[in-house]
Structure formats: structure tokens, C-alpha cells
């Protein structure tokens, strides 16, 4: 599967962004999908993962009640949409499909571009 992620961009504290990863090359409503994020000088984390049916969700604790992770089977994409952005949010955001576990582990399979979100402060 292919994955095209874009959305990221500039924005002040406590703003808003919505990020979007659109995918081909297979059944999207086969895949389970996540989000990632690498900022600079670290090791790229789990941000959200979202099932097949977009039935559950997982989020990482830092960016819970902040962030909601959402997918439109018909179109093929998943979304990011990300409020109270924080400076610590800042990282490139990579999209991932695979298959998603009990626990919202997902085995991922394929990895999008990434895309550079940058809050400043």
C-alpha cells in the first residue's frame, strides 16, 4: 500500500491542524492505520492507531483529549485532527498502515512520506 501524507504546516500555541494520509494500492478497509511522529533528535513514537471500521482507537497519553484520530473508508484516507497544539507537538508525523492488535499495537506494513508540523511557542 502507498501512503501520501500532507497537513502539516506552521502554527501557534493552541492552535489547530488536521493532517491527512490517503492511501492506494490495496482495500483500505483491510488496513488498520496509525500515526507517528519523530521529533527532531528522537526516536520516531506512537501518536494514534485506529482499526479496520474505525470501531477503536489508542492514543499515546501525551496527546489524549488533544488529538482524534478518525478514517473515511470511502475515500481512502485517514485524518489526524489535532487541537491545543502544544510546542512539544513538533515533529515530522509519519501515517503507517498494517494490522492494528488488541492492545492498539500496529504491526505496521507500509510508511508514508511524513509531513513537518511546527507549533511555536
Known sequence: ??????????????????LSCAASGEPFDR????????APGEERSF???????????WY????????IISRDNAKST???QMSNLKPEDTA????AAGATTSRGNLVTRSWGQGTLVTVSS
Do not use: E, H, P
Open 1 to 18: 500500500v502507498q501512503l501520501q501524507a500532507c497537513g502539516g504546516g506552521l502554527v501557534q500555541t493552541g492552535g489547530s491542524l488536521r
Open 31 to 38: 488496513l488498520g492505520m496509525g500515526w507517528f511522529r519523530q
Open 47 to 57: 501518536v494514534a492507531t485506529i482499526t479496520w471500521n474505525g470501531g477503536n482507537t
Open 78 to 80: 485517514m485524518y489526524l
Open 92 to 95: 515530522v508525523y509519519y501515517c
Open 60 to 67: 499515546a497519553d501525551a496527546v489524549k483529549g488533544r488529538f
